[in-house]
Each structure stands twice: as structure tokens, then as C-alpha cells.
């Protein structure tokens, strides 16, 4: 069955969804961490306190007789039945801008492609493995998941609970050693030998090797730290990890780690979504990705707090008082710039988005703030200046010394082809660093 495709953040009729009527029944009004739940994979993983994508957001959003997308793209499938979500910056036959985010940003190759056919299950598949070495390489940083777990020992030496079933079996007559489990804490445990036969699963793929190579290091620190890794304890360790998801919030990562590997591993036995009423597919945050992309721009002129990793918090009072995350700060002291990078188009940034930059601006005492958005319609950037005065007054008049700018970045619209899109990419994306360094100094 053809795939019917919409774009994010947009609205469409509900009869243009007749054609997958169990698959909207399925994800319509349904939240992400739902969704997830069901089987779906969100990325990033979905946080209940994340500010840029929230657990309670939908992917299709029932108003009146319409369905809402939300900030998500990506595949979704229920049987032989197939939604894709594209960028809706992208007006052009195949959504090359959804690709070239995953391309800058995840390093993905440019095999990947929503164009869905038969072999759809198995085109979910590469995501996911795709998707492995940022979810191992971002676990990693806080060090190799360390455990108690209960090692069985047969010797003379005891330190731990009598096994008497395995005592009588292999101390039948009595030779001086006892059958005993001791509780250790240790880095070879269940969730660390899931991780390496993930990582041997993905050596034997064609591309594998070249997947790994991108975090190299940390496999080899995978592989150091589980020396009793055997091939055919696989099935083992997947029921096990199955039963004891990681559920520490310090170690949120590697419990996305851990379901990542789970379904890597499961799809050997079965294909990814079998079974007729089954949920399946892979999500991406536009905003989230739209952000990192731009900070692969911008990185030697601007700091960037993340606000999932809660990396670079900022206080807006003193006695650690309102924590706030700008996208983007300018590293010159003397001309301080902040930047917000949005997911939508310059006539939808206002409002609340202006009083959160202007808040921003006002704490690091910065006389500049910029919107950064993906632009598709070719306009010009429009420079907003603060006013002064009241109303009440008739004293209102614009300031010089505190402006904010939109400043879009061109998302071309006419590429013949995914190589062609990437060139002209290039070009936008020079004028887009220019134009702002040059403001920005």
C-alpha cells in the first residue's frame, strides 16, 4: 500500500486519512510517551520536564474535522498500513531537508529515505541501527554502567549464600567446596553484555563496521568490561534486560541504551511491527533537531545549554533561582548576543517567543538577540526594535540600542536531487553564518 505522507505541524482533513484508518485509530490523540509505550521510537527519548519536546505532545491531534501533526517527522506503520511525516519546510517531491538534518546531525548516510516500499520493516531497521553509536556514545559519558549483580562460585572459600541445589549437584561426594552466590557490584552485568552483543549484531552487518567506527573508543571499552560475554546467551540476556529496565533517572541515557538494543536484537526473531495491530516506527523532534543542526554553525561563536542533558544551566536569580537554558549565547563578554533557534516560520515566531528572548537578553545584559529559522519562502531577515515609552502617555518611540532579528536560513525548494540539495545547502549556508557573524561583531 502506497504510504500516505503529511507534513509536521499542519493541518489536514480527516478524510484524506481513510486509506489508514487503523493506523489513525491507533496514534490519533495519543501522546508521544504513549506511543512509546506501544512500541514506537521517540528521539530523542521522551522527558516529562524536557521544554523543547513534551511527553503529552500528539503526533495527530484531533480538532473538529481535522487532524493536527505535531513537531515530530518521521515513519509510522500498523500492519500493511504506513503514515510518513515530512518536514513541512520541505515543498519538493522528496523531503531532502528532514534528510540533511539527519545527515549534519546524526551522521546519518544517505541511504536513508522515507520513501517506503515493500521492504519498509527492514528500512525501519537501518534507523535504528543508525541510531546506535549517539545513543552508546552519549550513555558513555557517564562512565560504564556499574551494577550488583549475583555471581555464582563453587570453592572452599565462602562469602555468600549457600546454593544447596547446585551444591548437592557438583559436590556429590563431598570434595571441600561449596556451591555459594555472592552479591558483587560489577561492570560486567546484564545491560553491559546486551550492549555488546548489540555491538556484535552490527559487526556482522555489511555497513556495520562502518557504524561503529564513529565510536570506536567506546566499544572497545564495551568490550573490555564484559569478559563473559557468550554468543548464545543472547536470548538470556534479552528477557532479562526485558524484566529490568534501567529505571534511575542518573542513567536515563542508558535506559534508552537499553531499549535501543532491545529492539536491534528482537528484530532477528521477528520483524519490527509483526502482527497486524501492532504500533511501529521511529519519531524525530524537529525542533530538537533544527537546534543541534544549527549549533554545528554557530559552535565557535556561541555557547549552547542543553536543556535534556542539563548541560550549561543558567540561574536567572541569585540563590540558584530559575534555572533557564538559552538556545545560544555569544562567547564575546563585550558584545553579548542571544540566540533562539526556532522550528517555524518567521510569521509564527511572536508572542511569547519575543518575551522569552527579550527576558534572555535583559539577564546577560546583551543589546542584540536573534531568531534563528529554517526559511522556505526566500523573505528578507526583519530587524524588530524594543520601544520606549507608554501608550498612556503618547511617548512611544523605538530605541536603537536593543534589537532583535529574524534571521532565516534557506532551505532550497528546486534541488533535482539529494546531491544537488546538499550544494545548494552549502551556499545558504554560508550567506546564513556570514550575515550573522557579521552582525554579531
Same mark, same amino acid.
Given at each position: ?191 553491559? =553484555? ?8 552490527? /559487526?556482522?552487518? #555489511? &555497513?556495520? !563496521? *562502518?557504524? %561503529?567506527?564513529?565510536?570506536?573508543? =567506546? ?8 569478559? /563473559?560475554?557468550? #554468543? &548464545?546467551? !543472547? *536470548?538470556? %540476556? ?23 538494543? %532491545? ?39 556561541f555557547y549552547h545549554p542543553m536543556n535534556r542533558s542539563r548541560e550549561g544551566a543558567q540561574r536567572l536569580f ?63 531577515d526583519v530587524v524588530l526594535h524594543m520601544n520606549r515609552g507608554c501608550t498612556y502617555e503618547r511617548n512611544v ?45
Open positions: 500500500m502506497k504510504p500516505l505522507k503529511i507534513k509536521d505541524n499542519t493541518s489536514t482533513r480527516k478524510e484524506a486519512f481513510s486509506d489508514i484508518p487503523l493506523l489513525t485509530k491507533k496514534i490519533a490523540d495519543k501522546t508521544l510517551k504513549q506511543l512509546e509505550y506501544e512500541g514506537v521510537f521517540v528521539f530523542p527519548a521522551v522527558m516529562e520536564d524536557a521544554e523543547d519536546m513534551v511527553a503529552d505532545q500528539m503526533v495527530l491531534q484531533s480538532v473538529n474535522d481535522c487532524y493536527c501533526s505535531g513537531n515530530v517527522m518521521g515513519y509510522l506503520g500498523c500492519g500493511n498500513q504506513r503514515l510518513v511525516i515530512e518536514s513541512r519546510f520541505s515543498t519538493s517531491r522528496h523531503d531532502y531537508f528532514f534528510q540533511y538534518l539527519l545527515d549534519r546531525v546524526l551522521d546519518f548516510p544517505n541511504l536513508v529515505n522515507l520513501e517506503t516500499d515493500a521492504d519498509h520493516e527492514n528500512k525501519l531497521f537501518q534507523f535504528l541501527l543508525f541510531l546506535f553509536p549517539h545513543y552508546l556514545r552519549t550513555a558513555m559519558r557517564k562512565g560504564i554502567y556499574k551494577t550488583y549483580i549475583h555471581n555464582p562460585y563453587n570453592d572452599s572459600h565462602i562469602k555468600g549464600a549457600i546454593d544447596i541445589a547446585r551444591h548437592i549437584k557438583r559436590n556429590t561426594p563431598f570434595t571441600g567446596r561449596v556451591a555459594y552466590n555472592q552479591r558483587e557490584y560489577s561492570y560486567d552485568n546484564g545491560l553491559m =553484555e546486551l550492549v555488546r552483543h548489540t555491538i556484535e549484531y552490527i /559487526r556482522k552487518k #555489511p &555497513y556495520g !563496521r *562502518g557504524i %561503529l567506527a564513529k565510536v570506536k573508543d =567506546e566499544v572497545q571499552m564495551v568490550v573490555d568490561a564484559t569478559a /563473559r560475554y557468550q #554468543p &548464545y546467551d !543472547r *536470548g538470556k %540476556l534479552i528477557a532479562e534486560n526485558k524484566h529490568n529496565i534501567v529505571r534511575h533517572a542518573y542513567y536515563h541515557e542508558y535506559r534508552a541504551l537499553q531499549l535501543l538494543c %532491545l529492539l536491534i536484537l528482537q528484530h532477528q526473531k521477528h520483524q519490527i511491527g509483526s502482527g497486524s495491530r501492532q504500533v511501529y516506527g521511529i519519531l524525530f523532534d524537529g525542533a530538537w533537531l533544527w537546534e543541534e543542526y544549527v549549533n554545528t554553525l554557530i559552535q565557535e561563536r541569585a540563590g540558584n533561582s530559575g534555572w533557564i537554558y538559552p538556545d545560544f549565547i555569544g562567547r564575546d563578554r563585550k558584545h553579548r548576543v542571544i540566540a533562539d533557534a526556532k522550528y517555524k516560520p518567521s510569521t509564527n515566531i511572536g508572542n511569547r517567543d519575543y518575551l522569552q528572548l527579550l527576558a534572555y537578553l535583559f539577564r546577560f545584559e546583551a543589546q542584540k538577540g536573534f531568531y534563528l529559522y529554517p526559511e522556505a519562502d526566500q523573505n528578507k518611540q523605538p530605541r536603537e540600542d536593543v534589537t532583535v532579528v529574524k534571521h532565516g536560513l534557506k532551505i532550497p525548494q528546486n534541488a533535482e536531487n539529494y546531491q544537488s540539495f546538499v550544494e545548494q545547502m552549502k551556499v545558504s549556508e554560508q550567506e546564513f553564518r556570514q550575515v550573522l557573524f557579521a552582525e554579531y561583531t
